[in-house]
């Protein structure tokens, strides 16, 4: 057991030294929130600057990270990797809907987490939004003594556990090594008063664990900040091991420690046995439905031959060997992750054993297994990225290949309101800001809008719609409308011409999430004497459909286990 307080061992003798290096600057950039200059990743992590420009490079390459002028950012595609951890696992995907269940049925907070070394880390969360809500997000790490569930797991902890946890608040007190957790003026994480004294800590934790390990439950009593407590619950195994446990949050203005034990135990009980029963079906089922994934050699070996020197094959290969794992994929032997990879097993192995020297990996036998230390590489403040965040980059590169303005709007009532925009350099522009809103019904954006909805919704829209003329070419017959809608639908875009402002040329195309719902748009727009309305859709629509399936593949990626916002 390990923390990040702690630095690994020496690597041994057969551990692929980029990928160490790469790993190294994923969790600085992780742990800073995502964006960090070049020179302060060569500072942060001791590499030299050659190093870190050839890293960025691979990554880049890969997706996993954009490079903004002197900074490195992380980049949507980066959740594959937590994903991969979160799908081979199934936890999210078992136990999420029960736990989206009881935060509906209790109107609380409801997290799951696993044991993560001597911490928490938490898989699945079903927040409610209120003044004073859970801020953790999946991937974030706690020390075990700050929060509910990890009483329960250290109930399980062998002496060898207990001295790496001792080792780990002897070198870190104020757990500044977790940057999930609330920190202080000075940098220190406001400890609870009883942990604040001389093997307070240590004690005060050993009567949690023991309590914890008789009773079956946890009680967080303001252990993370003041105001904040919890309940939690294991789910175990046949073997009686916890294998994650579900809390359910609170805040003091709604209940004490005591009276949230009384109100939410009982429920809290009938769906962790529920939960004990869906994971013991899935275990009883001998193959999960699954999409191998596509071997990622020759990928890495074209890009090799693309950017020489620039380009980190070694770095790149032991990433792709995250990605063999999946669902139906929780456990690989040797022989797989070659095969899933199109790696050779010599390479495969090597990665191997530096992914498990760095506690990515963990062997069992003759297989290979994913650790949620896997959700520390950007997972958590990926997370937190909205639609428009995920599509600005993209419509940057768009304008920058056709020279005018690109924007994203998604439906507000009979609206459509731009939620990113990138504008073009010209003497005369379209001049439209983030937040701008316009009748759906004579956008191009509008009516992709409207064109994605389901057949009923779409005729009640236009039911309560009054269209008004804002130009001589606008249509306001809800006939004509509909018709142009289904034409829309089928078409998978939308050109129109001056219907919202004279002069005003644009065209728009659908941005779809993982069940196929139209959840924004994107289009071009320009003035009329730019371009004809032929010559926009034979010049302007395969790019602007290109920038949209990237957005697209952006969104599903790091959709997959969080909720992305579309604003």
């Known amino acids: ?58 990554l880049a390459r890969m997706g996993y990270v ?15 990797l937590g994903n991969a951890y979160l799908s081979a696992c199934g936890l999210p995907d078992f136990l999420g809907p029960a736990a989206d269940a009881l935060a509906d049925a209790l109107d609380e907070s409801v997290s799951i987490a696993v044991p993560d070394r001597d911490g928490l880390r938490f898989v699945h969360q079903a927040t409610r939004r209120r003044a004073v809500s859970l801020t953790f997000r999946i991937g974030d790490l706690l020390p075990a003594e700050r929060g509910a569930p990890g009483a329960l797991f250290a109930a399980h902890w062998t002496e060898a556990d207990w001295q790496q946890w001792r080792r780990r608040r002897a070198a870190d007190p104020q757990d500044t090594g977790f940057p999930a957790l609330p920190h202080g003026p000075g940098g220190g994480s406001p400890l609870p008063e009883r942990d604040r004294q001389p093997g307070g800590a240590s004690a005060s934790f050993r009567r949690r664990t023991a309590a914890a390990g008789e009773r079956g439950w946890s009680l967080d009593d303001q252990l993370i900040e003041p105001g904040l407590i ?26 004490s420690a005591e009276s949230l034990r009384d109100a939410v135990l009982p429920r809290l009980y009938e769906t962790v046995a529920a939960m004990t029963d869906t994971l013991s079906a899935a275990a009883a089922q001998s193959e999960r439905t699954t999409d191998a994934p596509a071997p990622a050699a020759a990928r890495v070996r074209a890009s090799k031959d693309e950017l020489g020197p620039e380009f980190v094959e070694s770095l790149a290969r032991g990433l792709t060997v995250l990605t063999a794992f999946g669902a139906g994929r929780p456990e690989l032997p040797l022989a797989a992750v070659a095969e899933a990879t199109g790696l050779a097993r010599a390479t495969a192995r090597r990665a191997l054993i530096t992914l498990e020297h760095l506690g990515y990996v963990a062997q069992d036998g003759k297989t290979f297994r994913l650790t949620p230390r896997v959700l520390e590489l950007g997972f958590a403040p990926l997370s937190g990225l909205t639609l428009p965040q995920i599509a600005q980059p ?3 590169d768009l304008v920058k290949l056709v020279h005018d303005s ?70 306001t017959s809800a006939d ?32 779809r999430d993982r069940t196929g719902r139209t959840v924004a748009a994107v289009n071009v727009s320009m003035h009329a004497s730019r371009r004809t309305t032929q010559q926009a859709r034979e010049e302007l629509l395969p790019p602007l459909l290109a920038a949209a399936a990237r957005i697209e593949a952006d969104l599903h990626t790091a959709g997959r286990y969080t909720r992305v916002s579309p604003a």
């Open 480 to 511: 004509r409308l509909a018709a142009i809608l289904g034409q829309v639908a089928r078409d998978g875009h939308a050109l129109v011409d001056e219907e919202l402002e004279e002069g005003l040329r644009s065209i728009a195309v659908p941005v």
């Open 406 to 475: 690109a924007s994203m709007a998604v439906l507000a009532e009979g609206d459509i309101q731009y939620v990113a925009r990138v504008p073009t350099v010209r003497i005369m522009s379209v001049n439209i800001t983030v937040g701008t809103r316009f009748p759906a019904y004579a956008t191009s954006l509008g009516r992709v809008l409207l064109a994605g909805l389901p057949a009923a919704e779409r005729a009640a829209r236009l039911a309560r719609t009054e269209p008004e003329p804002l130009t001589r070419h606008t249509v």
């Open 1 to 58: 057991m390990s923390s990040l307080a702690v630095p690994p061992d020496s690597p041994p003798r057969e551990a692929v030294g980029p990928l160490v290096r790469g790993l190294a600057v994923l969790r600085e950039l992780a742990a800073v929130g995502g964006r960090r200059s070049l020179g302060d990743l060569v500072r942060a992590t001791g590499l030299a600057r050659s190093t870190v420009d050839r890293v960025v490079s691979t």
């Open 394 to 396: 993209h419509l940057a």
């Open 230 to 255: 919890a309940i939690a619950v294991p789910v175990r195994d046949d073997e009686g091991r916890p294998v994650c446990a579900v809390s359910v949050i609170s805040h003091t203005s709604r209940h």
């Open 66 to 80: 954009r490079v903004a002028g002197r900074d490195a950012v992380l980049a949507p595609r980066l959740t594959e």
